[in-house]
Nanobody
């Protein structure tokens, strides 16, 4: 599966961004698409996943600010991010064919995009 993220950029604290991810290839049923992020010097962190049925899973750190959505017709994934803080600064990655019941990063599982940089300034 090839994944291409877009929509990253620089924003001031309190602002919003919407990330997109287009997927081409085989997306397996009963698997999830999702968003992770990795800040410099930190491990990759799971943010949210979504099944093709619309069932979602969020990390506590973002569940009241971020919204994941998915357009099954063309396998496009979105992440609406509101009330951004400098702590949200990271490279954001899209994944497909991932677990649906966990947000821990498992290397070698799923397909991954190249990432898009999000920078939030205070």
């Amino acid at each position: 599966v090839k994944l291409v993220e877009s929509g990253g950029g620089s924003v001031q604290a309190g602002g919003s961004l919407k990330l997109s991810c287009t997927a081409s290839g085989d997306i397996y049923t009963n698997s999830c698409m999702g968003w992770f992020r990795q800040a410099p010097g930190k491990e990759r962190e799971g943010l949210a996943t979504i099944k093709d049925t619309g069932t979602t899973l969020y990390a506590d750190s973002v569940k009241d600010r971020f919204t994941i959505s998915r357009q099954n017709s063309d396998n496009t994934l979105y992440l609406q991010m509101n009330s951004l803080t400098p702590e949200d600064t990271a490279v954001y990655y899209c994944t497909a064919n991932y677990f649906c019941d966990r947000l821990t990063y498992s290397k070698g599982v799923g397909s991954w995009g190249q990432g898009t940089q999000v920078t939030v300034s205070s």
